[in-house]
T-cell receptor
Framework: NAGVTQTPKFQVLKTGQSMTLQCAQD?????MYWYRQDPGMGLRLIYYSASEGTTDKGEVPNGYNVSRLNKREFSLRLESAAPSQTSVYFCASSDRTRSTDTQYFGPGTRLTVL | GENVEQHPSTLSVQEGDSAVIKCTYS??????FPWYKQELGKGPQLIIDIRSNVGEKKDQRIAVTLNKTAKHFSLHITETQPEDSAVYFCAASRSNFNKFYFGSGTKLNVKP
């Protein structure tokens, strides 16, 4: 039981390049999330998916797209990377249909955009 | 939307002392308040949470208190140990609502 996994762990991009961050969970959770973490700003929600087939914007969605490929996988795409997207990205999952609201986080992807 | 403020941003205590981290929130509809611990190079991990129908919850050396009227909640760590050194985040949300709002984090340093 690996929990939430993310690939890659590190990535360096040039301005204008595109890339997809991958996330997978093996806990059979309905909800999945993408956050970015910047120094002094905590975690900010980019997009979330309440269930397979649905996605919704969070606080900071501009410049990103997401795909909920199936119940296990939720990917985040940067179509044209900008230096302002340099950050650490975390994927999380939870099962909010139950009484527990616990979010389980992956280990993160550290992205640098030059 | 919700706004969560967290203080202090850094906290240094001696091993064995207590540590208190405070958060305030703005949305009176928020009713779920988790606390996360993030160790260096890792993702945040839930350590304790509280719902708005209770005022206090304890789990060994960790406790959380909630004041709904004042819209603030606090994390209390007693008998701190060096392994408690980490960044702690508070968050606020509504049950069955998928948006979590996080505080800016507190870096706790426990000196041996």
């Amino acid at each position: 039981n690996a929990g939430v996994t993310q690939t890659p762990k590190f990535q360096v991009l040039k301005t204008g390049q595109s890339m997809t961050l991958q996330c997978a969970q093996d806990m059979n959770h309905n909800s999945m999330y993408w956050y970015r973490q910047d120094p002094g700003m905590g975690l900010r929600l980019i997009y979330y998916s309440a269930s397979e087939g649905t996605t919704d914007k969070g606080e900071v969605p501009n410049g990103y797209n997401v795909s909920r490929l199936n119940k296990r996988e939720f990917s985040l795409r940067l179509e044209s990377a900008a230096p302002s997207q340099t950050s650490v990205y975390f994927c999380a999952s939870s099962d909010r249909t139950r009484s527990t609201d616990t979010q389980y986080f992956g280990p993160g992807t550290r992205l640098t955009v030059l | 939307g919700e706004n969560v403020e967290q203080h202090p941003s850094t906290l240094s205590v001696q091993e064995g002392d207590s540590a208190v981290i405070k958060c305030t929130y703005s949305d009176s509809a928020s009713n779920y308040f988790p606390w996360y611990k993030q160790e260096l190079g890792k993702g945040p991990q839930l350590i304790i949470d509280i719902r708005s129908n209770v005022g206090e919850k304890k789990d060994q050396r960790i406790a959380v208190t909630l004041n709904k009227t004042a819209k603030h909640f606090s994390l209390h760590i007693t008998e701190t140990q060096p392994e408690d050194s980490a960044v702690y985040f508070c968050a606020a949300s509504r049950s069955n609502f998928n948006k979590f709002y996080f505080g800016s984090g507190t870096k706790l340093n426990v000196k041996p």
